[in-house]
């Protein structure tokens, strides 16, 4: 193995990414990164895992002129290598205009959808995607930018739920390049990442740098040390939030009600009755959507105050109200 190979077979030990029989779904556009991951992914299989088994998914985005061709290119290498290739076509600016969302946001859910609907056909328990170091930097930058909180600073977990890994996650964007050189894939490129229209292609484009040009060469490799340090507080403190919660609970019903002690709920630290918050309106309605921190204030205001029955409604689904010496935070508007 390469020094590339044996940076991704350490992380992958590091962060128990794969054990024998898994089989994996690799994620593959056909550009460099995904390329190179699932190049490595190979060359894992034949030298240490020869038991875990790997499949592709590819999607064609339908948006540029090159997008057949890179389809193409992506099942060559498959096929010359008996790795078998699932290939989904969707004309996601016709989907983004129907659905009034951003191209990038459609062709994220198109790709995810996609890479959830092989596993479940194929059996598959893993799902390997090409986000390296580089993208983790700019992660960050762009969640510091949109004025994030601390769990922000995670940037892209290298495991997601068990099931989403991300193999190259400590591999820089030059390192990716080169193995591609030296490993004569010839990887598609998509000249849309140096357009810099998106706000990711302006960080990464014109931020970072000259960041490391004025500031901090190294700045991609820091942000990364930076994601890694706040992974590990951010995994001390869910632990602390969890704690208080079955503390304060007295009825949990996922997907419609939670009901927790209120004088217990008081008792608790404020930045532990923000994080019991966020964490039961997550768990009420799956995510957080159009819920800001104002609205998070306000119901932790509103448990402070302890006066008489008195409810929000921080968006159209739920609503939170104290009465009884609880809070019940509700989906739907019936109470006791």
């Known amino acids: 193995m390469n020094d590339l190979e044996q940076k991704v077979w ?40 020869p038991a875990i088994e790997l499949l592709v998914a590819h999607v064609n985005h339908q948006l540029r002129k090159e997008a057949k061709q890179e389809e193409k290119y992506v ?26 969302k951003g191209l990038e946001e459609m062709g994220r859910e198109v790709r995810y959808a996609f890479f959830k609907e092989i596993a479940q056909k ?20 762009m969640n510091v930018l949109r004025g994030s909180g601390i769990s922000g600073l995670n940037g892209i977990m290298p495991v997601r739920e068990k099931k989403w890994i991300r193999p190259l996650i400590d591999c820089s964007r030059k390192q990716i390049e080169q193995y591609c050189q ?15 229209e998106y706000t990711r292609n302006k960080i990464r484009n014109i931020a970072i740098p000259y960041i490391q040009q004025e500031f901090n060469p190294n700045i991609v490799k820091t942000l990364s040390r930076l994601s890694r340090i706040a992974q590990e507080e951010n995994a001390y403190l869910d632990k602390q939030v969890q704690k208080a919660y079955k503390m304060v609970v007295l009825e949990e019903n996922p997907k419609q009600q939670i009901v927790v002690d209120l004088k217990k709920w008081n008792d608790c630290d404020v930045f532990l009755r ?24 306000d119901i932790v205001h509103l448990c402070e105050k302890e006066v008489g029955n008195k409810y929000l409604k921080p968006n159209k689904i739920l609503k939170v109200m104290v009465c009884h010496k609880k809070v019940f935070f509700t989906r739907e508007p019936n109470f006791p």
């Open 10 to 49: 350490q992380t992958i030990v590091q962060y128990q990414m794969l054990e024998e029989q898994d089989k994996i779904v690799v994620a593959v556009s056909g550009g460099p990164d995904s390329m190179c991951l699932l190049h490595v992914l190979k060359q894992i299989q034949q030298e240490k895992l």
């Open 122 to 141: 194929t059996g598959a328990n893993k799902i390997a995607i090409a986000h390296h170091q580089n993208d983790n930097a700019e992660t960050i930058l």
């Open 75 to 100: 099942q060559a290498y498959c096929e010359k290598r008996k790795i078998q290739c699932f290939v989904k076509e969707a004309n996601v600016l016709e989907m983004a205009k129907k659905q009034k």
């Open 182 to 196: 030296e490993k004569e894939l010839n990887p598609c490129m998509d000249q849309t990442n140096f357009q810099n």
């Open 274 to 297: 923000k994080k019991m918050v966020i964490k039961i309106l997550k768990d009420l309605t799956g995510n957080l959507t159009g819920i800001e921190k104002t609205h998070i204030d």
